[in-house]
């Protein structure tokens, strides 16, 4: 199954990048009249930990962000240049490297993405070298905050030091006596599962557990084995993984019996970008799923009025990764792509009205706060602006906001909100399998959740 996902990954990125080089040729068309600034994208491609249909949807987002913006009446275009990523840090410092050459006019004035920790702390260490501006909208690893190895790194994302903090509150919420935190051989998944557990303390009792690679498998299933044989009944496991891991980790655990209430599974920002109707997904494991659950971070509603613009006009290009009928929410992170390629047009039309030449440097002062006007807007996924001091999403402009969500037959469904580290509004929980229980005890299990 893992060879069959990896060779049909293999043809969709190549699909893509047709895709992209096509679609691309209108964002970015040149009025000889206007000024021309160009900006980088360090695109996701599906690899092993990201799925197909989550690429298309991000690089469209990009897209329409890019020509929806460049349709407003500006004084000057925004051209892009896209060089393809994985969840590799090889490979982002290599996509770097080449987008920063300067062999291309206009000059580049910054760059979006990656959307994963590692390559975008590899590709960070590049843009800093040569004091490029780099905003990611998806890459949430609290190292990424430290200004000394990263000053001239952003992001439109709350660092994972929240994400732990929203899960701690729901595992508090819930009254979860027992917890096991799953993680892989990532910088994303070992630094949120460490935040998860420095946020948790003394709350609840704590395993943790590394898995490595296997055979054909982004997990080794005889290790994996090993942990969920360990897990007692009504214990927790939280996976800090990427989706197509939680994918491989649910396909194990069904074939050891320890699916199914009373086995839940609680899953990061990475496992809430898993899609049950995605065409290479087992339909009967998602029966099987539905009812897990998981936090992602808040601003994918559709229905935002911010973010109508893009929404609208995606759905009227018939571009793909556009939410199918029914659905009222993007995937993972698709607000905060588009609010990353809103800050620099907002950075530009500061800078011209300051009457401030564009150039990257001045670009990066906007960004840190050290040059001219304020940079706040309300974006997609709500008011962004930047912490000097971190380079993260400002606490101070919005709270930190996450969706706690279910899984359903095809989508995650919103069922509670955290707000600045506490649960609130959580509608009524049933867990996987449940419906196979007598009445009785499936009440009293829907009531010892509320009881939180």
């Not at 004035?109 to 990611?136: T, W």
């Not at 360990?230 to 019996?257: H, N, S, T």
């Not at 087992?282 to 559709?302: K, Y």
Request: hydrophobic share 40%.
């Amino acid at each position: 199954m893992f060879v069959a996902m990896a060779r049909m990954g293999r043809f969709m990125a190549v699909l893509l990048a047709m895709v992209i080089c096509i679609c691309f040729g209108d964002a970015t068309a040149q009025n000889p009249q206007n000024i021309t600034y160009r900006i980088g994208f360090l695109s996701p491609s599906p690899d092993s930990v990201i799925p197909t249909n989550l690429a298309i949807e991000w690089n469209s987002a990009f897209q329409v962000a890019m020509e929806v913006l460049n349709s407003e009446k500006r004084p000057y275009t925004m051209v892009a240049t896209l060089k393809s990523t994985e969840c590799d840090w090889q490979l982002g410092q290599q996509a770097a490297e080449t987008l920063l050459r300067p062999t291309v006019i206009p000059l580049l004035i910054g760059g979006v993405g990656p959307a994963c920790s590692d390559a975008a702390m590899s590709a960070g260490r590049v843009f800093v070298e040569q004091n490029y501006p780099l905003v990611s909208f998806a890459a949430t690893s609290e190292s990424l905050s430290n200004r000394i190895n990263f000053p001239t790194i952003f992001r439109t994302v709350f660092s994972d030091r929240y994400q732990g903090a929203a899960i701690a509150a729901s595992v508090l919420h819930l009254k979860i006596k027992r917890i096991t935190v799953l993680t892989t051989q990532q910088y994303y998944s070992m630094n949120l599962g460490s935040e998860i557990v420095n946020a948790i303390g003394n709350a609840t009792i704590v395993n943790t557990f590394l898995l490595h690679r296997g055979v054909n498998s982004t997990i080794d299933i005889t290790e994996l084995a090993g942990v969920l044989d360990k897990v007692g009944k009504e214990e927790f496991v939280v996976m800090a993984v990427q989706p197509i891991q939680a994918y491989e980790i649910w396909k194990a655990a069904r074939d050891l019996d320890r699916i199914r209430w009373p086995y839940w599974y609680f899953g990061t920002d990475g496992v809430t970008a898993f899609d049950p109707t995605d065409n290479t997904t087992d339909p009967s494991l998602v029966s099987a799923l539905l009812g897990e659950i998981g936090v992602t971070p808040h601003g994918a509603d559709i229905n935002n009025p911010a973010c109508e613009k893009f929404y609208s006009y995606w759905k009227a290009k018939k571009y793909p990764g556009y939410p199918s009928e029914r659905k009222n929410r993007t995937r993972s992170y698709v607000a905060h792509l588009i609010d990353a390629v809103q800050t620099y047009f907002h950075v530009i039309d500061n800078l011209i009205k300051a009457n401030v030449t564009v150039t990257k440097q001045n670009v990066l002062k906007s960004l840190n706060g050290s040059g001219p006007g304020v940079l706040k807007f309300e974006g997609c996924s709500g008011t962004v602006s930047f912490d000097p001091a971190t380079g993260s999403r400002s606490v101070a402009a919005q709270d930190p906001y996450y969706d706690f969500m279910s899984l359903t037959p095809t989508e995650w469904v919103v069922k509670g909100a955290i707000k600045n580290g506490s649960l609130v509004n959580l509608d009524l929980l049933k867990p996987p399998g449940s419906e196979r229980l007598r009445d009785p005890i499936r009440m009293a299990c829907h009531a010892k959740l509320r009881s939180g």
